[in-house]
């Protein structure tokens, strides 16, 4: 691996760990206003997904897309003052932590229902298809989405249509409140897949490195063959559902021994064997703990929008007078 | 000038669009339908839908444009906000409006709010044909309208033409439009016809149109109520009370000053309406009027709608259900 994706890697891992940690901290201050969903845990599939993608490929994410955007490189001080509500906000202040997406950096949308996002994404991956583009189309879910139809539908249509996209789905161990073996009689999530005779891989959604190797090799085998594929990222939310939920469903062996297998801390295991010594290690750390400091900083100076900004751009074109 | 039924104009609709823009694709059930298995080929393209509405498209334009899909609304709809998302023009077809409900989330939580919620980077522009109205002897759940269903969500648009000019007009402009716009085909109306010219030019959405003027009386007609609204008045005119009939043709927008001009004349308003009368276009036309007319009424306004009861089925019922030419005369001779 080439050494300035190597330092994207980890910077954008300790990125995603510094804001949401201090995204927790606020929420405990309630200094921001409306409902927060943390990604700590989730580290290393937003980054290794996203680093076998381009730019402007698409995705979709969800409620919980802090390091989605994080690692999609969109603007960080925007994401926090949209997170604060503010007018310089990544949407203007209408979306706020729920919906930060920036069309921009090929985000579809993160949606607050889950398992809406499949099949906008086999939208995207459809029109990539027909217009012979180059761009790759993934859907960032988590297990919960599994069970609900619009994935299904999506899995089905992009199977029969032979259409090139990925369908990642973040088994973290909980839907919501309600534990994976709770909720999945199959001995696999990605058993899932069969019905559909659609490829599927699984990976430890822990290892920064597995992710990203997992997720290029589908790419390629995804594009050449012009195929769906599923990919089946396991790792632990150690977030709850939302900032201020109690978590009492998550034992506290089951957390601790969770621990051992932490992203970030594999992440610095590993950074040697990739030939990061530990001074540059403390130096991207450094940079990335700063440069969240700031946006947080950025955020809580930023004006707040004018209430009638909330009746811009519900439409291309509309009478003035009918909205 | 040529005579085309509804069905007809929308299918010139169609091809008119898919020959202009290469970024036009149609999906939908059955939408050509008919293709057979390997060893036994059917006949291609043999339903164009349930109506027939589409057949050709798949001949002409090809299966990459022209896309049977899964019994999966939730799937391509969701799909068809991707696809408009990223630069093509999507057409899905809902086969009947009933069948909102297993895809109401594409429309009403991401079509209509991508733009808005994500700070107003896209734009939508994807057309839902779908397929309205009671009087088929259908049933409850293939012969409910739910034009305020949609109307009620911002960031969607609403069109619902009663004949084949305004169908092929507001077709045209629905699927050049940039927003979400759900286009609302009435049953009972695909085989009426009407002069259509081949170069009619697209009718822009939030313009409403006078069907009749008049000076006693404003009729505001909601599509096939139009039908009933012309018999009403021909009988009106009879006794001499001479009907106006409004056509508002979109109902988001809804071309409010068109209404409130015709009030101002009359005074009077009947508002027709073969939807559940509860939260429905009837209610809300007659409160934008008390509103905005108030001192202009000689009398409170009127609404003819279906009873609070869902679509029956048997033929006595479902015509009961349905208002009537009869019942406006009866409501316009009682002013």
């Known amino acids: 691996m080439d050494k300035k994706k190597l330092n994207w890697i980890y910077k954008k891992l300790f990125t995603i760990r510094f804001f949401e940690e201090r995204i927790k901290k606020i929420a405990k201050e309630k200094t921001v206003p409306g409902y927060l969903h943390t990604c700590i845990g989730s580290e290393a599939i937003c980054v290794g997904v996203m680093a076998a993608l381009n730019n402007d490929d698409w995705i979709s994410s969800t409620y919980r897309n802090h390091g989605h955007a994080i690692a999609k490189d969109c603007d960080l001080k925007k994401i926090t003052s949209e997170i604060y509500g503010r007018k310089t906000g990544i949407c203007k202040g209408r979306g706020g932590s729920m919906h930060i997406s920036d069309f921009d950096r090929g985000m579809l949308g993160s949606f607050g229902i889950v398992a809406a996002g499949p099949p906008v994404v086999l939208g995207a991956a459809l029109q990539e298809k027909i217009n012979n583009g180059k761009k790759m189309s993934v859907s960032f879910f988590g297990d919960g989405a599994i069970h609900n139809g619009a994935f299904h539908e999506a899995a089905g249509l992009a199977q029969l249509w032979n259409i090139p996209m990925l369908f990642v789905c973040e088994n973290n161990g909980y839907a919501e409140a309600t534990a994976t073996d709770w909720h999945l009689n199959t001995k696999e999530l990605s058993d899932i897949s069969k019905a559909y005779d659609m490829k599927s891989y699984q990976g430890n959604g822990n290892d920064v490195f597995e992710v990203y190797k997992i997720t290029n090799e589908a790419i390629i085998e995804s594009k050449n063959n012009e195929i769906p594929i599923f990919l089946e990222f396991k790792n632990y939310r150690f977030s709850g559902q939302y900032e201020g939920d109690t978590q009492l469903y998550q034992p506290k062996e089951e957390i601790e021994e969770a621990k051992n297998n932490d992203p970030i801390k594999l992440a610095i295991e590993n950074s040697i064997n990739h030939g990061l010594n530990a001074d540059k290690l403390e130096e991207i750390k450094n940079i990335a703990l700063n440069e969240v400091n700031e946006a947080f900083k950025y955020a809580e100076t930023q004006p707040w929008p004018d209430p009638e900004d909330a009746l811009k751009e519900v439409y291309v074109s509309y009478p003035k007078e009918n909205i | ?335």
């Not at chain 2, 390997?38 to 022209?66: I, N």
């Not at chain 2, 068809?80 to 429309?107: H, K, N, S, W």
């Open chain 2, 1 to 335: 000038m040529p005579i085309k039924t509804v069905k007809e104009a929308i299918n010139d609709a169609l091809v008119q669009s898919f020959e202009n823009d290469k970024n036009v694709i149609l999906m939908g059930e059955d939408i050509a339908g008919g293709k057979g298995r390997e060893q036994y080929q059917g006949t291609q393209d043999a339903w164009g839908g349930p109506f027939g509405v589409t057949q050709g498209l798949f001949t002409k334009f090809g299966a990459e444009r022209v896309r049977d899909t899964t019994i999966a609304e939730a799937g391509f709809f969701g799909a068809a906000v991707g696809a408009a998302m990223t630069g093509l023009r999507p057409i899905v077809e809902l086969m009947y409006v009933d069948f909102a409900g297993v895809c109401f989330d594409q429309m009403m939580n991401q079509a209509a709010k991508v733009r808005y919620m994500f700070g107003g980077k896209q734009k939508v522009p994807m057309v839902v044909r779908t397929v309205v109205g009671a009087g088929f002897r259908a049933g409850s759940e293939h012969s409910q309208t739910l034009y305020s269903l949609y109307t009620h969500i911002p960031g969607l648009k609403v069109v619902a033409p009663y004949d084949a000019y305004d169908a092929k007009g507001l077709l045209l402009a629905s699927i050049q439009d940039d927003d979400p716009v759900i286009f609302m085909e009435h049953k009972r109306l695909y085989m009426t016809k009407c002069e259509v010219p081949d170069d009619l030019k697209p009718i822009p959405l939030g313009k409403g149109k006078i069907r009749k003027s008049g000076n006693d009386i404003t009729i505001i007609a909601i599509q096939r109520m139009n039908l009933f609204a012309e018999e009403a008045a021909k009988k009106l005119a009879e006794d001499s009370i001479n009907c106006e009939i409004i056509d508002p043709r979109t109902y988001s927008p809804l071309d409010e000053e068109l209404i409130f001009e015709s009030v101002k004349k009359t005074g009077k308003v009947i508002v027709v309406d073969e939807s559940n009368p509860k939260c429905s276009l009837a209610s809300e036309i007659t409160s934008l009027i008390s509103e905005k007319c108030f001192s202009d009424l000689k009398s409170p306004v009127a609404k003819i709608t279906a009873p609070h009861t869902p679509v029956p089925f048997s033929p006595p019922m479902e015509d009961y259900y349905i208002p009537s030419a009869e019942k406006i005369i009866n409501v316009a001779k009682n002013f």
